[in-house]
């Protein structure tokens, strides 16, 4: 075991190192660019606010969308999945 001499000396601080922002930094900060904040006075204006936002929205932004809540129901192992398909056959009168 080594003896203490006694004495005490501060860290050296050291510098901190210039932060470049990540790829996916840089996405969120271009999705929040992007944001648009909209106060309703009503439940009617929400409502109003909502359809004209997803009617002004491309078809292919409205299935991310969707997809975007599908995924974390079914997860990802479920993407290729297809509805089940069935035939019945009903005698004719």
Known sequence: MEKSTGS???EVPR???????TAA???AASRR????IVVAD?????EAE??????AATPAERLNALEK???PFYGKDQIGGRL???LEVVPAE
């Open 84 to 86: 089940q398909r069935f």
């Open 50 to 55: 909502t359809r004209a936002y997803w009617s």
């Open 25 to 27: 930094e840089a996405r």
């Open 42 to 46: 009503s439940f009617a204006q929400a």
């Open 69 to 71: 809540l599908r995924e």
């Open 8 to 10: 005490w000396s501060p």
């Open 33 to 36: 660019s992007g944001w648009k």
């Open 15 to 21: 510098a901190k190192p210039t932060l470049t922002p």
